[in-house]
């Protein structure tokens, strides 16, 4: 057992910090799990932008189909899979919006033309022709001129507040290594799992 069983999120950092090195693209890239509103899952890819001791962060069009999934319920699950470590996590939980200043924080970190491409984009909306987004993205950019770019307020983030962390690892003859962390009150209550 390494020196970080006892607490999940340091277990996940240093698996992070070892995908960082190892890694070829994305190592922060992360399969997002939500549902409609009838029930049917709904999975895609997005960039992991934050963990702390609350939860997993990422940022998104408020707008777009995942955040119309998490306004109408507020749970989902990640899965992180490293394939160069032979090693996944998998969280789960209840979501929360993060706070302004916290969006408006990550926001002024990005590249200028992310920050354009924020304003540009009707993200998971019907898109007429490519000409529509690179028109929308020119407008945008002669609004804006050298000045500042506020973040829009249909863009925001969500942390993921795990009640649930597995840990899987890889190993010879399909014996794999899965620990399970369930969030109980103020701390974590650990079990292993059969392969």
Request: some cysteine.
């Amino acid at each position: 057992m390494d020196s970080s069983a006892a607490h999940p999120f340091a277990r996940f950092e240093e698996w992070m910090a070892e995908a960082a090195k190892s890694e070829p693209n994305d190592p922060n890239a992360v399969c997002l799990a939500t549902s409609t509103p009838d029930g049917r899952p709904s999975a895609r890819m997005v960039l992991l932008k934050g963990v702390d001791p609350r939860g997993f962060v990422f940022y998104t069009n408020l707008e777009s189909r995942k955040g119309g999934e998490l306004a109408a319920n507020p749970e989902a699950a990640l899965c992180f899979h490293w394939k160069t470590l032979q090693r996944s996590v998998r969280v789960e939980g209840p979501v929360e919006a993060v706070s302004a200043e916290e969006a408006d924080a990550y926001y002024a970190s990005r590249a200028r033309g992310s920050r354009i491409g924020a304003w540009a984009s009707r993200q998971s909306r019907p898109l007429e022709g490519r000409f529509a987004l690179e028109k929308a993205v020119a407008e945008y950019t002669l609004k804006f001129g050298i000045g500042e770019i506020p973040r829009p307020e249909f863009w925001s983030g969500f942390r993921v507040l795990p009640r649930r962390i597995e840990f899987w690892r890889d190993m010879p003859f399909r014996l794999h290594d899965r620990q399970v962390f369930h969030s109980e009150g103020e701390g974590w209550r650990v079990e292993a799992l059969y392969p």
